[in-house]
Each structure stands twice: as structure tokens, then as C-alpha cells.
């Protein structure tokens, strides 16, 4: 009985019980999630588990009556059983929220940065884990063996937040399922294992398969572990699920033990695929990339049934060799054991097998029975096109059977990159035009073959600034042959310094080689400075001043550090203009709207004087930077002709106390009357 349904039962010894987990059950957990016709990928979304995902069919294969709508990872519309662990140091952190179940208990949790959000297709997620910062990633992409959009791209990109090196490392750990099947055993290389197993780097197989029976297949399911887009683990452990879910990093290993659940009875095989501990440099980022999902196997029905799979693609390598696995599966469909099995791979010209023979013997297999074998085969580096190859498998006492397959050796991916931006920024009323400006990054994969899982970053040097709410990373997962992506980040220049400068920023990314490049832009920001002027006339009604019009005429203080307030002297035209209600027609500025104290100038209409206006804010209101009005003062235009309003003195006064503001430009304004 699966350990998910045991609550379950316990639920029935009582009414009062049973009750409630009936409730439980129709309470929906939130979720976020991307799917296709073949298979969805779920992250939870609630206040417990938080990021913690599972993997499932929709369609399935299209080639395959009956694995609709099955589990590949267990969890469904509710994950919590696998989990991923960061080891910062000698502390483990599990990412996503916190649990409320066995899975990852013991850990240590983080502080979320940014919710499951579907970002391009994405679903991106981010959590602090002490001094680093971790961005999941999941995405659909393209199986290595068959070729269709039917697997989980699982990507965690690491970055060292503090200001010293930490030690940290990555586990993946993922309940595996096939369907209803939770002990199916994995299929790897040339050996079927149903007991804890571990592989090391060195010898690590580029893809591990399973499945319950090659005659009747519920799923067939595939994870990828090296190869192109895929970051290889140090060491993959196939073990059960209790061990791996009690503690977050080292677990109770046993070789030889099968994939009976600890501490219960029945058979739940899980995977943990651990990236070792290295040093991250402050500011360094380190990404780990894992793919999951459905198997491609080739069969051939009969009383020996015979199925086959290697990558569906293959990259050639114009300065190497470059080698892929070939792996066959036999099994006995007949009604007695089948006599001195033997398998034989046969290879077009342009593939040779590398360091074993062509014939395999399997000796004999019984009724059910099912073995598996498994070539290395190499592309010369000139090779291109679509390859057949086939397997042959013969016995003494049954009719021989084949199976052929296509593979297809593609060109490298090669991208091509433009990134983008303005040259140089304007002024508009005292402020920066535009106020924010868009860099461009357009990439486009002009080879042969997929660029996969790759990070392109927008660095920002010096007085330049992200727009809130943004991250300087983007994540483009699979970028097919012939396709484009582009990414759009808004920038505005920092607060603090208006001097005229020549602002570098810059793209990095790796590319289809895994060097890493860049790609550099500058703008010029022009110089705002400091200053106090008259507005221009705010006129209730038409487009210009017209002799008997009220009009308004603010004047603005504008780009002023650690602005306080000022006091002001000003004049005007006595001839054209007056001001009809006197300090009824004075209003306070924008700049002390929202308290401090305010002084009411005295006015003249004889002289055209209006003397000894002073604003204060106060000391613990003090502005960053001013932009805003001094005062709004209400005229009446006279008589046609030209009007001029002037600043006759002003007195800046900033935290520091009034400061003489050498730099300090003064504009006035000369007002055409209209007769």
C-alpha cells in the first residue's frame, strides 16, 4: 500500500477523524503549471511545501495506448515528497517553503524571494537560503530519445550573496513513478537494478530508463544525466524513498538493500542526483541542470521481444569524436525459456562501436524474463545526416527478431547575440527623457541542434540602476535550432549624481561551447543641475495669455540634494501684471504641502515686489532630492506686451544647514501678453 494512502486508514478508526480528513481532501492546494500534449509539470503553491514540484503524463507518448494521465513524479496537483537540498557549509537547507509532512522535516528553511511565476513559459521561483540566493527553474523540453517536447528541464542556479567564499552543493531528489508502479526497476546501461546503487562521475551512463514490462509498458520514463545541456552529478544514488525523504543529505545507503520503503513495507524507489560542495566567490553563480521525463524505446514485438533506444539527436564534434549509448532490452514473451540468447548490433558506415564487441551473449532467459545490453558508438566528426541502425537478437529455440532505429547527427548550436540600447539620454523638465530606457538582448540559434539551459545576465557597473522588481538573470532554457528569444531589462540612472557621464553596461552569457562571453553597450546621461526657475504660465483657458486672464506661475526647485527648504525674493512687471488678491493669490508649494513651516512673502503691485517668501520642511523631513514647486502665485495679466517674472534671490537650506550654491542655476521667465 503506497505510504500516501496509510493516514487514510488511520482516518477510519474513528468518526471524529474520518470527518476530518474528508475535509482535507476537498481543500485545493494551490499550484502553478505548464503542460503540453504529452506531460505537465506542477509546483505547489501553497503556504506549506512551497516549490516542491512533480512530474506527470498528459498525453503521454503518442505512439502508446494507456499512459495518459500518469505520475512520473509522485505528488500531482499536491507535491511534497521530493524535495532539493542546498548544502551551505555544513547546513542543509531544503529550497521552497516549509513543510508540514516526513520529506525534508530535519532541514533548514530559507526566506522566499519571488513565488512560483510563470515567466516565458517558465515557472521560476527563487528563495534565500542563508548567505546564497537559489532560483529554480522548470520548463519543457525535448527528450535525448524521442525527440519531443515529453521531459522536465529541472534547473537550480546558486549565487553566493554574502561578501565571503561559502562551501555549497546541490541534491536532487526525486520520488519516482510509474504510474501506479512506485518499484519498477531502473534500467542503466547493461544492468537492471532493483537494489542501492550508486554511480560516480567517471563512470556515470548518459541516461537511466524504467519500465515494468517491454510486452506492456504502463510508462516508459527517461532521466538524462550527461550530455548536451545537462550539468552531470558527481554521484547518483538509486535507493528508496524513506531513507532519502528522513534526512536531506547523507542518508542510510545500503548495497544490496531493495527499495523497500524504511520503516514500512512496501516497495517506493526514489533517485538523488548530488552536485558535490565547491567554493562560490562572493557574487559567483553556479548552475546544476537535470532532465526528466519519458523514454523513447524502439520495440519489435515477438516471443523474443526485442526494444531499443539511444538519443534521438547527436551533436558532431568538427575538432572529435563523439560517442553515444546504443542500449537493447530483450525480453521472453514465449511459453519456455528461451536457449543462448544472443545480441547483435549492426551499424551503418559512418558509426563504429567503441571498445566491445558487436555480439552480446545473454544467455538464456526465462519466461518474463527480461535483460538489457549496451554498445558505446562513436560519430566521426565529418558525419552528418539520419543513421539506421539495427539490433539483432537470435536464440537456439526461438525465431530470430530485429529492431532498427534512426539517430540523427546534427551541426552544434551556434548563437547568435545582439544586445541593445539607447545611445544617450535627454532632459525634459528637469528630469532625465525618458526617465527609464530598455536594453535588448536578442538571441538567436542559427546551428544545427538545441542550446540548452544557459544564463544570460545584464551587469551594471556604475550609475546605472535595475527598475524595481526585476532580476539581473534571465533564464532561456532550450533555445531550438532556427529560434529567438529576447529579454527586456529597464534601467534608469542612480539618484545622487547628475554630473554629465558615459555609463557602461554590459550582457554576459555562456555560450554553445560553455565559454563565457559578453557583450558591452554605454549611454550618455547628460548633466542635471541644481536649480530654481519659473514655470511656465498655467493658463485656465486657450493656449496663451491674453490681456485680462488669470493665469498661474509656479516656481520649482528642482535637483537639489538634501533639500530643507529655501527662501525666496522675486519681481515683476508692474506695467503688465499684478496680483489682485495679495496673499490670497500666494499658494504654498508642493515642496512643504505636507507640513513644516511656511512664511507669506509681502507683495507690492506698485514696485512689482514679492519679498521674504521662506519654506521650511524640517530637519527630519529633508528631501533626498528636490523636485517640486516653492510657491504657485496667481496673476493678472494687464496689458498686452511683455511680462517678465525674476528671481531676485534665493537661499537654499539643506540638512546641512543654508548652503551657497555656486552651481545653483537661476531661470526666470519673460510672459508674452497677448493684447
Known amino acids: ?69 500518469k505520475h512520473l513524479i509522485y505528488g500531482g496537483d499536491d507535491p511534497w515528497t521530493s524535495y532539493t537540498t542546498v548544502r551551505v557549509g555544513n547546513q542543509n537547507w531544503v529550497y521552497g517553503g516549509e513543510t ?92 537492471g537494478i532493483t537494489t542501492d546503487s550508486v554511480y560516480y562521475a567517471q563512470e556515470m551512463p548518459q541516461f537511466w530508463q524504467a519500465f515494468d514490462s517491454l510486452a506492456r509498458p504502463q510508462v516508459m520514463s527517461q532521466g538524462t544525466l550527461t550530455g548536451p545541456g545537462v550539468t552531470t552529478p558527481d554521484r547518483v544514488y538509486f535507493t528508496n524513498w524513506g531513507s532519502l525523504a528522513d534526512s536531506p543529505w547523507n542518508f542510510d545507503f545500503s548495497p544490496g538493500r531493495d527499495f523497500q520503503r524504511t520503516g514500512e513495507f512496501e516497495l517506493d524507489s526514489a533517485i538523488a542526483l548530488f552536485w558535490d560542495q565547491v567554493s562560490l566567490a562572493p557574487g559567483e553563480t553556479r548552475s546544476f541542470v537535470s532532465y526528466y521525463g519519458l523514454g523513447g524505446v524502439t520495440i519489435a514485438p515477438g516471443e523474443l521481444i526485442v526494444g531499443v533506444t539511444s538519443p534521438a539527436e547527436i551533436t558532431s564534434d568538427p575538432e572529435g569524436f563523439q560517442t553515444f549509448s546504443i542500449i537493447a532490452y530483450v525480453q521472453n514473451d514465449g511459453q519456455g525459456d528461451a536457449r543462448n540468447v544472443v545480441a547483435e548490433l549492426k551499424l551503418p558506415p559512418g558509426l563504429q562501436i567503441v571498445g566491445s564487441p558487436a555480439k552480446v551473449q545473454l ?31 537470435t536464440a537456439q529455440n526461438s525465431e530470430p527478431n530485429r529492431v532498427r532505429r534512426n539517430v540523427q547527427v546534427l551541426s552544434p548550436a551556434r548563437l547568435q547575440v545582439q544586445f541593445s540600447g539607447p545611445v544617450a539620454l535627454g532632459i525634459k523638465d528637469e528630469r532625465y527623457d525618458p526617465a527609464t530606457f530598455e536594453a535588448k538582448a536578442v538571441i538567436r540559434n542559427v546551428g544545427g541542434t538545441p542550446y540548452y539551459g544557459g544564463i544570460f545576465e545584464i551587469k551594471l557597473l556604475m550609475g546605472l540602476e535595475l527598475v524595481t522588481g526585476q532580476s539581473t538573470k534571465r533564464f532561456p532554457a532550450t ?48 548633466e542635471l543641475k541644481p536649480k530654481v526657475w519659473v514655470g511656465d504660465p498655467e493658463v485656465f483657458e486657450g493656449g496663451s495669455v491674453q490681456a485680462g486672464d488669470y493665469f498661474s506661475l509656479p516656481v520649482w ?28 493669490d500666494i499658494s504654498r508649494g508642493t515642496l512643504f504641502a505636507d507640513g513644516g513651516t511656511w512664511q507669506m512673502p509681502t507683495i507690492s503691485n506698485a514696485t512689482g515686489e514679492i519679498l521674504g517668501l521662506k519654506g521650511d520642511r524640517g530637519s527630519d523631513h529633508e528631501l533626498p532630492l528636490s523636485y517640486g514647486t516653492l510657491v504657485t502665485i496667481h496673476f493678472r495679466a494687464k496689458t498686452g506686451g511683455l511680462g517678465r517674472v525674476a528671481i531676485d534671490g534665493v537661499r537654499v537650506v539643506t540638512k546641512q ?14 510672459i508674452i501678453i497677448q493684447p
Request: aromatic share 8%; proline share 5%.
Open 1 to 69: 500500500m503506497p505510504r500516501r494512502f496509510l493516514l487514510i486508514l488511520v482516518g477510519v478508526l474513528t468518526l471524529t477523524l474520518s470527518v476530518s480528513f474528508v475535509a482535507v481532501a476537498l481543500v485545493a492546494v494551490p499550484k502553478v503549471q505548464v503542460e503540453n500534449e504529452y506531460i505537465r509539470i506542477v509546483v505547489n503553491a501553497g503556504e506549506v511545501n512551497m516549490g516542491r514540484f512533480s512530474v506527470g503524463t498528459t498525453g503521454g507518448d503518442p505512439d502508446r495506448i494507456g499512459d495518459d494521465n
Open 100 to 191: 508540514d509532512r516526513r520529506a525534508g522535516s530535519s532541514a533548514l528553511y530559507g526566506e522566499m524571494v519571488q513565488p512560483p511565476t510563470i515567466v516565458d513559459g517558465k515557472i521560476e521561483s527563487s528563495w534565500k537560503l542563508g548567505p546564497v540566493q537559489v532560483w529554480q527553474v522548470l520548463s519543457l523540453t525535448r527528450s535525448s530519445t524521442t525527440g519531443l517536447l515529453d521531459t522536465a528541464q529541472i534547473e537550480y542556479h546558486v549565487e553566493n550573496i554574502d561578501s565571503v567564499p561559502h562551501m555549497v552543493g546541490v541534491r536532487l531528489m526525486l520520488d519516482t513513478m510509474l504510474g501506479s508502479n512506485d518499484g519498477a526497476p531502473f534500467r542503466v546501461d547493461a544492468h
Open 363 to 393: 544467455n538464456d532467459l526465462q519466461v518474463g524474463e527480461t535483460k538489457q545490453t549496451g554498445w558505446q558508438v562513436g560519430v566521426h566528426s565529418i558525419s552528418d545526416g539520419v543513421f539506421t541502425y539495427e539490433v539483432e537478437v
Open 479 to 526: 533555445i531550438d535550432p532556427g529560434q529567438e528569444v529576447s529579454f527586456k531589462w529597464l534601467l534608469r540612472p542612480e539618484a545622487g549624481d547628475f554630473g554629465s557621464r558615459f555609463l557602461p553596461y554590459s550582457l554576459t552569457y555562456v555560450d554553445e561551447r560553455g565559454e563565457i562571453k559578453g557583450a558591452n553597450m554605454y549611454i550618455t546621461i547628460p
Open 557 to 584: 526647485a528642482t535637483n537639489i540634494e538634501d533639500f530643507v527648504g529655501a527662501e525666496l525674493d522675486l519681481s515683476f512687471d508692474p506695467n503688465h501684471l499684478e496680483i489682485v488678491g495679495k496673499t490670497l
Open 657 to 670: 544647514g543654508i548652503r551657497e550654491t555656486p552651481d545653483l542655476v537661476i531661470e526666470h521667465k519673460d
